[in-house]
């Protein structure tokens, strides 16, 4: 089995990063392969009961300080966890208030849930396309998608591939549209990708379909809690 050198987004992966849809054996392209799950019946609900089960309060600064450890690298940042990526983007917006009729760019690619949350919340989602051969989008393409309206510019890495949001941040800092990314599909360790440091915020799912399952939940980083974005930011990390 041997890793494609025509995609660009895939420089740089083992074998073992590789998404399976991109893996070529004999020449062909593999197709789309079942992850087995070894678990018992009734495993699932009970991780989700487990889940949403009120942690002792003596335990809780303890598991916070612990995820903390594993997925922030310095004090700008800090780690929150979720039942799910999406229930994280619904307590963003709550939390941002954005009022109705502001607009979110979105990466082209990603579950109707992730757009359905935003309606939800009265924004106008934009996409941007993905060129197939990067899986980004390009830099003009999301310059022609910002209005006064913008609010923020959610990334998302779709099949695992993760690319630089450098060329990016310029034109949006410039408006001051906050980055998101969304790793739900794209968590490869720690070591390997923890998100960038111009996103606000960098969101990772570890729900039941995902390659590196706990059945549910969701870890979220947020970056640069300068004073700008302390006091909005406040009530997400409470
Ligand atoms: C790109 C993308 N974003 C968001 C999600 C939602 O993740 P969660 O199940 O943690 O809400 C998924 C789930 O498959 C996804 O693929």
Redesign the pocket.
Known sequence: MTVPDDYECLKGMTIKDVPRQFIVKNGHPQPYQGLAIDCKEGTSFQVARDFIKSVPESARQMLIDEVNTFFTVNENERAVVTF???SMLDLYLQARKFPPGSEIIMTGM??P??VQIMKEHQIKVVPVDLDIATMMPCVEDVRKSLSPQTKACIF?Y?YGCTYDIAPFVEILNAANVEIIE?C??SFRSLEKFKGSDFATMTMF?F?L?KFNTAFYG?VTVFRNLNETHRQPNEKLLC
């Open positions: 799910s990526v999406r990603n579950i849930d992730m998302a779709i969304d739900a599909q799912s729900g379909i969701a």
